[in-house]
């Protein structure tokens, strides 16, 4: 009878050695498990994070940037200014520039930039070649990117022409462009903007980036349209209103509204818009804005590659 009450209780603590024995190895199991995926993914985190932008610590300021840009250039009347009826001279954008401490991008027609423009743009912009404005440019530190070569419509271009020539046409301005620089630019804004997705294909596999106002963008990576050459002209009857210098202010406050701080400005060489940016760059430095080049300002949001990063294609006919 003892024999079997020992049995009983000794077999009931067995068991239960056993099942508490069973509970703590789940439970060690499950923390083991727990701790491996723990390590996986911190270890994927930092893999990620190797290959993104590094974000602004919490609570950190976040970084306005603005890359200013020009269109349609080189003009040597826009950059150097020139003698006016009334005996004065009219402002320099190179100059407004340079005192503002301002770094900017020239997205230049390549037409200017060969010896058969020089004569055009001695007579009609003041005594200097397009090609030596660009030089001046380039030897300041700004930079110069790909408006095309002859700044035709894509849309019509491509009726008249085909793909091929439009991509010869960019390759042309990117040629004469390295001439000055050194640098086959990477970015290439087409004339007006116009565009198709078809053509912006062709225009990435030759190593570009196209520059676009689309909103299927990021807005980060999308161009912000001053709509300056609306001004232009004796009778600017669509100019922004209740002024240009308003028009764009606001277009940055709007952008702002929505969070974002970082915009890429278009304008084009005209005299009215280096009078407006002598009053709008100081208004957005008092806001807190940095000035940058557009490859600069591409590092500043993350975006993948900078203008170093392109390079002629193999075959380009002229």
Request: proline share 6%.
């Amino acid at each position: 009878m003892h024999k079997v009450l020992l049995n009983a209780v000794t077999g009931g603590k067995t068991r239960e050695f056993c099942g508490n024995l069973r509970k703590t190895l789940l439970v060690l199991s499950t923390a083991l498990i727990v701790s491996a995926s723990l390590a996986a993914a911190a270890k994927s985190s930092r893999a990620v994070k190797s290959i993104l932008p590094s974000a602004a610590p919490s609570g950190a300021p976040r970084r306005k940037v603005i890359a200013l840009t020009f269109d349609d250039g080189p003009k040597p009347y826009v950059l150097f200014g020139t003698s006016l009826p009334d005996g004065t001279k009219s402002q320099s954008l190179l100059n407004l520039l340079e005192a503002e401490r301002v770094k900017a991008t020239f997205f230049v027609m390549g037409w200017r930039l060969a010896k058969s423009a020089d004569r055009f743009c001695v007579e009609k912009d003041g005594g200097h070649t397009c090609r030596s404005a660009a030089e001046e440019e380039h030897r300041l530190g700004f930079e110069i990117e790909n408006h095309t070569y002859g700044h035709g419509n894509f849309r019509l271009m491509e009726k008249r022409y085909g793909d091929a020539w439009i991509l010869n046409d960019i390759d042309r301005c990117s040629r004469i462009v390295q001439s000055i620089t050194g640098v086959w630019p990477r970015d290439v804004r087409p004339p007006d903007w116009t565009i198709w997705p078809a053509l912006q294909q062709k225009i990435k596999a030759r190593g570009y980036h196209v520059m676009s106002k689309s909103r299927s963008l990021p807005a980060v990576l999308r161009d912000v349209d001053s709509e300056d050459y609306f001004c232009a002209g004796p009778n600017p009857i669509h100019c922004p209103k209740p002024s240009l210098y308003d028009y764009v202010l606001e277009r940055v406050r709007e952008r702002e509204r929505r969070g974002i701080y970082e915009h890429i400005l278009c304008f084009h060489e005209l005299p009215i818009t280096v009078q407006v940016l002598s009053r709008l760059i100081p208004v957005l430095k008092a806001r807190g804005y940095e000035f940058v080049t557009l490859s600069t300002y591409f590092r500043a949001v993350g975006f993948p590659a900078d203008a170093s990063s392109a390079a002629p294609p193999k075959q380009a006919a002229d």
